[in-house]
């Protein structure tokens, strides 16, 4: 009975981190909006991707940890 608030606190961190991994389309003003810019192909090193610009742009942004 002990294990349970983990296994539930371990799946619920899951689903918050699945969450995270989709990426919205969008066009290069929605992703400027949200604080991106699109780059071809993929993002630079320690830099994210918040979604897509188009079929072969990423939108792209800077990863903030406090």
Do not use: N
């Not at 689903?15 to 991994?21: P, T, V």
């Not at 992703?31 to 990423?58: A, Q, Y």
Request: charged share 20%; glycine share 14%.
């Amino acid at each position: 009975m002990r294990i349970l608030p983990v296994l539930c606190a371990l799946l619920l961190l899951m689903l918050q981190g699945a969450a995270g991994l989709s990426l919205t389309r969008g066009s290069p003003q929605d992703c400027e909006r949200r604080g991106g810019f699109c780059s071809l192909g993929s993002c630079p090193p320690g830099i994210g991707r918040v979604g897509i610009c188009s079929e072969k742009d990423f939108c792209c942004r800077r990863r903030w940890y406090p």
